[in-house]
């Protein structure tokens, strides 16, 4: 069964970078045809999409955050990971790693199909 | 405003049935498939349906999902006490290139 543990800094000072890995345990992240994707959560609001990466190295990023966001993928160490740059308060949120969107090569077309979730790490902006 | 709106809070008693609806207004997401994830306090998110209707190995058959035209809604009926947690409509958006989520739904059991 696999399953995602986020970690990294839990404070981050304003205008610096965010910087947060994520474990694949119980698989290998490069077996089958999944994306691995990044999404947060501000206290008090939804969930929004930060970006996927496939193990190839292939990335896409919400266009919000994509002047600010690089994902990347270590196969060896079965981790990839997220640096948000120029970070503000407003970037204060819990950070969650996943499994997912799922493509479906028959339709060409992709799903949010997200599974499984990574527990979540509270990560604070301030000074 | 979101493409993906959720009224924001939604309550039934134990046994009750209660659905939770999505509304999709975005034509560049009402043709994909909509999906439901529940987050307990504290958790990670857990799908809970996917493609409009079906449920995941291990997702009791209390839990349905619906869609029709713009709009898409999650029922539980035989409501417990441990169904207390948010839910989350989401479907891919076309123009975006990437998934939205609905605001989310707080689900009260009293």
């Known amino acids: 069964q696999v399953q995602l543990q986020e970690s990294g800094p839990r404070l981050v000072k304003p205008s610096q970078t965010l910087s947060l890995t994520c474990t694949v345990s119980?698989?290998?992240?490069?077996?089958?045809?999944?994306?691995w994707s990044w999404v947060r959560q501000p206290a008090g609001k939804g969930l929004e999409w930060i970006g996927r990466?496939?193990?190839?190295?292939?990335?896409a990023y919400n266009p919000s955050l994509k002047s600010r966001v690089t994902m990347s993928v270590d196969t060896s160490k079965n981790q990839f990971s997220l640096k948000l740059r120029s970070v503000t308060a407003a970037d204060t949120a819990v950070y969650f790693c996943?499994?997912?969107?799922?493509?479906?090569?028959?339709?060409?077309?992709?799903?949010?199909?997200?599974?499984?979730w990574g527990q979540g790490t509270l990560v604070s902006v301030s000074s | 405003q979101s493409v993906l709106t959720q009224t924001p809070s939604a309550s039934g008693t134990p046994g009750q049935r209660v659905t939770i609806s999505c509304s999709i207004s975005?034509?560049?997401?009402?043709?994909?498939?909509v999906y439901w994830y529940q987050r307990l306090p504290g958790t990670a998110p857990k799908l809970l349906i996917y493609?409009?209707?079906q449920r995941p190995s291990g997702v009791p058959d209390r839990f349905s999902g619906s869609k029709s035209g713009t709009s898409a809604s999650l029922a539980i009926s035989g409501l417990r006490s441990e169904d207390e947690a948010d839910y989350y409509c989401?479907?891919?958006?076309?123009?975006?290139?990437?998934?939205?989520f609905g605001g989310g739904t707080e689900l009260t059991v009293l």
């Open positions: 996943a499994r997912g969107p799922y493509y479906s090569g028959s339709e060409n077309s992709y799903e949010a199909w997200f599974d499984p």
């Open positions: 119980g698989g290998s992240i490069s077996s089958g045809t999944y994306y």
């Open positions: 990466i496939y193990t190839s190295g292939s990335t």
């Open positions: 975005s034509s560049n997401v009402g043709k994909n498939y």
């Open positions: 493609r409009n209707n």
């Open positions: 989401a479907a891919w958006d076309d123009s975006l290139s990437g998934p939205v």
